[in-house]
């Protein structure tokens, strides 16, 4: 496969020369400047793809060409927003890029309740507790019918037995200001203003902003952001198919339901459901190891079997679950992704997919550096380098077979 990075742009503290000496060969990364819903034209393009070449590499993937909120949720706007995308694809078509990753969730990119998590030997993580995202949800977001919600809950794909409610009122006997403060930052401030998101960095007033977010949802079901993903994929692929561009879907991270948000790229029955929904070469998918693994209803390894054919791009990384279903991000060689056999399958399938570590440990001074959260440099470069072994011997192992 084809190693990539994600790479943040010019103002990207890790920079192009750096990822030249540690052997990436294609850029994954987007026009960032652009607002949501804007139409990406061919000068900005051309700009970027012209700068990353200069170094040698190539822009290989985009991620993300943002699909607004509005078309998630069918607003009034969607057509008009729906026919910009369809511009941009055929500016990036026209200057030689035709892979792009994009999402389809609702208001939350992805979330962690930690992001620095301390792992034994040193290093840290990012981390899912299910406590404190429903403490976030329940006194933080005070969103109506939460903390039904939350009393009623069951880890996904494991019969265990959790209050989770139980668990978020001990909580809010030792929470401090510093600490729900810590939980905005992690949750809808560092983790979505770097990548494009509906919060920036720099909003005075992040919580009431996602509360305003999360109410463009009312009413929204699993079924009409089905419909809602169906009618933007089958509006666009006329244009996928003159342009040659390949529409990888990121699928849901954590992958189930959170803040009374439907989600619907979660397990093998959501991936078979919107491939056969616009059953187009064109519409295909992201496999992220490391989102499908988080998730104890996934079998990771069969579902990349099954859906190699239409996989566009691959991000390796591994997710390890707890007892109490609670999930971290793993050493790129363990956890429940089994990203040696993953490799196995893609290199079969296509050797040339292209593919990206993500996420990796913060190590070795990565955290006072100021890198983008889950974004580190010397952990993805630990992380690449651990995956670049597996290449290589499974390319080895391909061959000998082969001979």
Known sequence: ???????????????????????????????????????????????????????????????????????????????????????????????????????FMPVLDWARTDLEHPNPDGTSNLYFSYSEFAYFDIYIVGREGAREEWASFKVPGMDIERDIIAEVDALREKMTPEMEHKLVENIIVRTQGFVSGNIREDDERPVELFRQLLSQYKGVTKDRLRENMRYFLSSIMPVCEECGMKMCVH???????????????????????????????????????????AGAHNNVVEMARRFASRTHFVHL????????????????????????????????????????????????????RGYNAGYSFLGRMFAMGQVQGVLAAVRNELKCSEG
């Open 317 to 368: 990384r591994s997710c390890h679950i707890f007892d109490n279903g609670d999930f971290t991000e793993a050493s790129h060689l363990g956890g429940r992704a089994d990203l040696v056999e993953l490799v196995r399958i893609f290199e079969k399938t296509d050797p040339s997919l292209p593919m990206r570590v993500d996420h990796g440990k913060t190590m070795l001074g990565d955290e006072s």
């Open 251 to 293: 699928p849901d991270d954590p992958p189930f339901p959170v803040l009374g948000l439907p989600r619907i790229v979660t397990s093998e029955d959501d991936i078979e459901w919107f491939l056969k929904a616009v059953d187009n070469p064109c519409n295909g998918l992201t496999f992220c190891a490391g989102s499908l693994s």
């Open 1 to 103: 496969m084809e190693k990539t990075w994600r790479w943040f742009g010019k103002n990207d503290k890790i920079t192009l020369s750096m990822l030249r000496q540690i052997g990436v060969e294609g850029i994954v990364t987007a026009l960032h400047d652009v607002p949501n819903g804007e139409i990406w034209t061919r000068e900005k393009i051309r700009d970027l793809r012209e700068y990353i070449e200069s170094y040698g590499m190539r822009w290989s993937v985009v991620e993300s060409l943002p699909v607004c909120e509005s078309i998630k949720y069918g607003g009034a706007d969607r057509d008009a927003l729906i026919e910009n995308y369809k511009e941009s694809l055929r500016n990036l078509s026209v200057e030689g890029i035709h892979t792009i990753c994009y999402n």
